[in-house]
């Protein structure tokens, strides 16, 4: 990736962590921390990686996207907005009623939502017979889907690690946003998972393991998984929680949290100037 | 007759600070929860007694047929987690593994009904009432203040077999003294009157006594009972009211059908009470994102909507 382009995504990537915030704290409701930590990685797929057109949502050949950990929404929906899928007025409606934002995914809501998601680990089964389906059809449009760290807990996810091999889902990215914190805890002391990428690989797909924050290797990875044939793709990117916000990172209490009028200006003044440290 | 005063804390947090305290009492019980212990306040428990408090992560499913099997040999477990997730994903494991079998298993589902507006739809227990109370041998209780949670809390602890008890998600009003007593089946008048009976339960309990207020000031005396334990249901205290006001009106936080205003609807056709009847609910669909009083007005199931449907009633027999 040229220099030129990797920081138009950076760009774009502030930008989208900028709403975010402003989403939330408008609503005085919403999950910060897991929206900040799948920042990037979504900005570089909405930017950079997904065949879409936001002219035409409903475009029978686009990519699929299933933001499986629905409540990191703010991040979607600041990216479908980017890419112009609705207008900038609605980011002041999250979660308020009448909203085609809602507190969670919905598909007949929101353009380029393509799956309702919030209850964790339904959203990556449901893109597994997206793939399927496209699989069906002989197109070659391919599917992506996001989940989190603690989401992986979740049996329903592991009988998604069983078919999306047999069924030979090379059409199928997974990507888990290894943040290292769910609501109760650290992951590891919710429900630890000794290494991952081996276990996945055990299933039988390809993994490939990254920086969550890099640009190019979420890019780079993306292109490799699709270069890969007959396997399903599995990314785990190590992010952080809170990312971009220094008081918000690596912070089990931003999971779900609000910020008030101080700390949400003094957020976008350190996303903005990209570096300036906060006080508490 | 009761006292309202802004509550200090919410249903899930009250029933939590019980579940702790009666740690101390009993060191038999375990808790089972789903990490939400943050959010339902099992955590309160965890923290005391961490070898009885077992986080299985985000896995409703596989922990509440965990706590069938920690249940198998006579042990008393509760199970926490939202309302939503109990009464859908681990709605099987429920049904086959805990009330064929009768286990002692109580179920703490918090975020009842719309509590969990600004959430939206997914986290919204809607169905809770049916799916759950359909269910041979489990009981179901729905407590609306602090004091409720916590006897609540005893009743279900001392109650033999499955339990669920429906918790809420924000702070509403202070109802009931530390004195008043909960029973299986049981019920409470919280105003008399002869025009008409509402029952509830849960945070409808207060719309409706907003509504009864309003509806005095009109000359309609509306009697309001807190039908706190949903299964089983205290038919006597019913039959009494609506034999004195001749009309009877149900509201619930919840789908409207296969509600408890089904569940009564079936009993006073089958004991032939003729009476004038209205249900009100949620009307056969989702609800959305929003406020929570917002909510509730929108899908027509707050004071506002009660004092009206009521009126509507009582303009029909005139
Ligand atoms: C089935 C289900 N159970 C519980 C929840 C409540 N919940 C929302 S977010 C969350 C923690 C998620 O952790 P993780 O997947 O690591 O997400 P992230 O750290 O990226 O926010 C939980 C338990 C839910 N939404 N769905
Ligand atoms: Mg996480």
Known sequence: MEEKEKEKLSDIAKHVREIILTMIYEAQSGHPGGSLSVADIMTVLYFKQLQIDPKNPKWNERDRFVLSKGHACPA????????????????????????????????????????????????????VGMALEAKLEGSPRRVYTVVGDGELNEGVIWEVMQSSVKFKLDNFCMIVDRNGLQLDGPTNAVMPIHDLTQIIEGFGWYVQEIDGHSIQEIDKACSNAKQKKGIPSCIIANTVKGKGVSCMENQLKWHGRAPSTEEYNQAVREIRNGGCRCIH | MYTLEKAKEPTRKAFGIRLKEYGAIDSDFVVFEADIGASTSSILFGNEFPKRYFNMGIAELGMTDAAAGMAAGG????????????????????????????????????????????????????????????????????????????????????????????????????????????SLGGSHVLREGKDITIGTYGDMVFQALAAAKRLAEQGI?????????????????????????????????????????YEIADYLITNRYYILYKHIGLADTFAESGRYQEILGKYHLDGSAIEEEVKKMIDTCR
């Open chain 1, 76 to 127: 979607w929906y600041s990216c479908l907005q980017l890419r112009g899928f609705f207008d900038e007025k609605h980011i002041h409606t999250f979660r308020r009623m009448d909203s085609i934002l809602q507190g969670h995914p919905d598909m007949n809501k929101t353009p380029g939502v393509d799956m309702t998601t919030g209850s964790l680990g339904m959203g990556a089964a449901a893109a």
């Open chain 2, 221 to 261: 005396e509306a009697e309001v009972i807190d039908f706190y334990s949903i299964k089983p249901f205290d038919y006597a205290r019913l039959v009494a009211s609506i034999q004195k006001t001749g009309k009877l009106f149900v509201i619930e936080n919840h789908q409207r059908r296969n509600g408890l205003g």
């Open chain 2, 75 to 182: 042990r008393t477990v509760f199970v926490s987690s939202y309302g939503i997730f109990l009464s859908t994903r681990a709605l099987e494991a429920i049904r086959t593994c805990i009330c064929y079998p009768n286990l002692n298993v109580k179920f703490m589902g918090s975020h009842g009904g719309l509590t969990a507006a600004i959430d939206g739809v997914t986290h919204q227990a809607t169905e809770d009432i049916a799916n759950i109370c359909t269910l041979p041998n489990m009981k179901m209780a729905v407590p609306c203040d602090t004091n409720s949670a916590r006897k609540l809390f005893d009743l279900a602890i001392h109650t033999a077999g499955p339990f669920y008890v429906r918790l809420l998600r924000d702070a509403y009003y202070e109802i009931y003294d530390e004195g008043t007593e909960f």
